[in-house]
């Protein structure tokens, strides 16, 4: 699959000026690496993907929804053992149910000074999720077709570390807002996924 790339994934960015944020930020850090699934499975034979409530925290993601994923470890081979090892850790599905399709385009995030390497998989077989207690608040299980629908594209009012009170891009799915760099990671997997279908 070709990837869409940075220009599908700002049209879900939180500030106009994301690019230019991300670039000065780089240039002043070294990111660390981390990696995150979507992670495609059937549920009464209607395609599903997994997301996750993160436990509050003092962190910069303290609280948001966001794929299964973390950072990546000295004995990752590469970005992909990072995401299947984290999406084990942190929602309990063993590494042989989860079939990578392909890799979505890098990217960064500076608040937590990480840069993001997403994956797209499909497991075959219904999935039994186990939430990691000290990382996951709760697990959403969320229909493809919610994401596919263009009626769940919607705005937000938040305060991000960039901005207080403004308008924001976001997916509303199962009654959650999705925003930030994985709702840019899903606008993304979305437009793949919608050129793989018209093919």
Not at 34 to 40: E, R
Not at 68 to 75: L, N, Q, S, T
Not at 86 to 115: D, K, R, W
């Amino acid at each position: 699959m070709p990837r869409p790339g940075f220009e599908v994934q700002n049209k879900m960015a939180a500030v106009e000026r994301l690019e230019e944020i991300q670039r000065t930020t780089l240039e002043k850090n070294t990111p660390r690496y981390a990696a995150v699934m979507m992670l495609i499975y059937p549920v009464n034979d209607i395609a599903h993907f997994v997301l996750i409530e993160r436990m509050e925290s003092k962190g910069a993601h303290s609280g948001q929804i966001a794929f299964p994923g973390g950072r990546k470890e000295p004995e990752d081979i590469d970005d992909s053992m990072t995401a299947i090892r984290e999406t084990h850790e942190e929602v309990g599905i063993v590494p042989e149910l989860q079939e990578i399709i392909t890799a979505g385009t890098p990217i960064y995030i500076p608040p937590s000074n990480y840069m993001v390497a997403p994956f797209l998989a499909f497991a075959k077989a219904e999935l039994q999720f186990i939430p990691q207690p000290s990382e996951v608040k709760s697990i959403l299980e969320v229909p493809l077709h919610e994401l596919m629908d263009a009626n769940n594209i919607q705005e937000h009012i938040l305060s991000t570390s960039y901005a207080t009170n403004i308008t924001v891009p976001c997916y509303k799915l199962q009654n959650h807002i999705v925003w930030g760099a994985t709702a840019m990671m899903l606008a993304e997997f979305k437009t793949m996924l919608e050129e793989g279908l018209s093919l």
